[in-house]
């Protein structure tokens, strides 16, 4: 007869679907099957941070999570009150500044161009295919992202959530 094991949880909330993609990557090499971690991501559709802060507090109704994250963007509707709510819901914020595209752009020492054209500009990184998790294994692989951690805030925090 198994064994019943008790898991920790985790759920994780990005912006789009290329957050939801990314997160996706790093959760197959930091929380492979059977390692006690069980990670939910999900996808917020955009709308902006205190769309995706909404979001993840219903998400959070839904089911029980030992701990929940959202990745946010600081470009769009980050404010005090974004902060505040997610920290009454004992929601970790994970803010990209100011977008998504311009944190993985930042992690592999590019030099960033104006905001609104940061997804052409991470495009050829990822295979022009941002919203396939897998695009992003050559690039942004975990010794990449392990060792950007140290100038880049969001990605430890990120990457912290799957050791606690």
């Not at 959070?60 to 902060?83: H, I």
């Not at 022009?128 to 690039?139: F, I, L, T, V």
Request: hydrophobic share 40%; with cysteine; proline share 3%.
């Amino acid at each position: 007869m198994a064994h019943w094991r008790n898991h920790k949880t985790l759920l994780l909330v990005g912006e789009g679907i290329h957050d939801e993609a990314f997160l996706t990557h790093v959760k197959r090499h930091k929380a492979p099957r059977g390692c006690g971690l069980i990670v939910t991501i999900r996808n917020a559709n955009g709308k902006g941070a205190l769309h995706v802060v909404d979001y993840t507090i219903r998400q959070k109704q839904n089911a029980q999570f030992d701990q929940v994250a959202a990745m946010v963007d600081t470009d769009t509707d980050y404010s005090d009150r974004v902060l505040a709510l997610a920290k009454r819901h004992r929601i970790t914020l994970i803010s990209a500044a100011p977008c998504f595209e311009a944190l993985l752009l930042r992690t592999i020492d590019q030099k960033l161009g104006e905001t609104k054209q940061l997804k052409k500009q991470l495009s050829p990184f990822v295979n022009d295919k941002p919203g396939e998790a897998s695009s992003y294994e050559k690039h942004f692989g975990l010794p990449a992202l392990e060792n950007a951690c140290e100038k880049e805030e969001a990605l430890r925090i990120l990457l912290d959530l799957f050791s606690r």
